[in-house]
Each structure stands twice: as structure tokens, then as C-alpha cells.
């Protein structure tokens, strides 16, 4: 069984040292239409690593936290690009999973 390393922060940025996680970021308010980026500082990962990453949201508003982009250009630095494709600002937790495949 795999068992992730977990993190939650209240804001866009946390640090999990691990190849596989859970990052839960909380106290957003992403409106309708927004984007909003998310970095994980992380040492498990090289610069142009491939990684597996998913992006969910929680709360009631029809909000619909999309995964918009990834960027492993920096050693060390997960950017995780995404947009609210729903109706209503987001009212919840956004969750991102990852795992890093190199």
C-alpha cells in the first residue's frame, strides 16, 4: 500500500519532501472564471521531472477547480496552474495530488 506524505496551509504554497502527496490548501475565495497558482517546494524533485498531479476542490458553490498547466522547470518547485471553471467563487479546500514518476 502506498501511504502519501500530507501538508495543509492556509494560502498557495506548502513544502512536502516526498515522491507522492496530498497538499491541501485552504482560506481561498478563487472567483468564477480566476486562475490561481499553487507551489509545492519539494526535494524529491529534479527539473523537468515527469509527475502525475490532480487537482479537486471541496465546498458547496459550483466552483470547478481545473488543472490548467504544471511546471517542473526549477529543481525543487511543483507550480500547479488552475482555473475555476465554475459558476461561483470557490468556497472550499482545494486538494492537489501528486506523484513524481523520474
Known sequence: AMVPATATVAGTSLTINAR??????TGLTTAAGATEDFTITNSAL???DGVFVTVSN???NDADMTLEG???QTAGTLTVHTKNN????LNGDVVITFWIIN
Open 58 to 60: 471541496k465546498g458547496t
Open 70 to 72: 504544471v511546471i517542473t
Open 20 to 25: 507522492v502527496g496530498v497538499a491541501t490548501f
Open 46 to 48: 529534479g527539473a523537468g
Open 86 to 89: 465554475g459558476a461561483a467563487a
